[in-house]
């Protein structure tokens, strides 16, 4: 499979756990980036990566949100004591640099639905 | 900063009945992208529109890119239970990110 991919599909977890979420990008694609989607909403950006460095975090994510991608292959998103607010789809998506006009195409992983108790 | 806004939010349409949607940015773009969300699924890119006035065909599906670069729309003819799904339109902010709006939900009656 050439595509995004992310793990877990599914977390159910309880208030004031840690969860982690895994994205592997196309192998070729260099930009990384992560988006939150809640219900009746468009994607939201969280973070940005360019190879391993993280370029950008949204005002959107508190201290308790972590990414990183060491290597500049597989990216992880934590979020620390998780609060009922977070639960959402947290979606992956990659691109390469050299797109028109300011932004590439994005090819999003299946995304990991993360539901808070 | 900028929004992209989306209408309608639902739209529901008998099958083999056309329909529009539109896309509405807050400031100009140098292009614009919709992608399809299918139930339960994840956002998938159809097309990217570039030049001011550009228009794009994928068999039922025009696209449609304004004059100003400031709005954009997807119309549907002979709608199928295939295009069931949310669409949205999203609009580069600088080098990297796009802005989505809230999508289009087209739900069919057969």
């Known amino acids: 499979d050439t595509g995004v991919s992310q793990d877990p599909r599914h977390k159910i977890t309880k208030r004031g756990q840690n969860v982690t979420f895994r994205c592997d990008p196309i192998s070729e694609h260099n930009r990384l980036y992560w988006y939150r989607q809640t219900l009746g909403q468009g994607p939201e950006f969280l973070t940005y990566?360019?190879?391993?460095?993280?370029?950008?975090k949204s005002r959107l994510l508190s201290d308790r949100f972590s990414a990183e991608r060491p290597k500049g292959s597989f990216s992880t998103l934590e979020i620390q004591r998780t609060e009922q607010g977070d639960s959402a789809m947290y979606l992956c998506?990659?691109?390469?640099?050299?797109?028109?006009?300011?932004?590439?195409?994005?090819?999003f992983g299946a995304g990991s639905r993360l539901t808070v108790l | 900063g900028q929004q992209v806004m989306q209408i309608p939010q639902y739209q529901h349409v008998q099958e083999g009945e056309d329909f529009t949607t539109y896309c509405n940015s807050s400031?100009?773009?140098?292009?614009i992208q919709w992608y399809k969300q299918r139930p339960g699924g994840h956002p998938v890119f159809l097309i990217q529109?570039?030049?001011?006035?550009e228009v794009k065909k994928q068999k039922r599906l025009t696209f449609q890119f304004g004059e100003a670069k400031k709005n954009s729309s997807l119309h549907i003819t002979a709608t199928q239970t295939t295009d069931v799904g949310t669409y949205f339109c999203?609009?580069?902010?600088?080098?990297?990110?796009?802005?989505f709006g809230a999508g289009t939900t087209v739900t069919v009656r057969a």
């Open positions: 998506a990659s691109d390469r640099t050299g797109g028109v006009g300011g932004a590439n195409v994005l090819t």
């Open positions: 400031t100009t773009l140098s292009n």
């Open positions: 999203a609009g580069p902010v600088g080098d990297y990110k796009l802005s």
């Open positions: 529109l570039v030049k001011s006035g």
């Open positions: 990566f360019q190879n391993e460095a993280q370029l950008e």
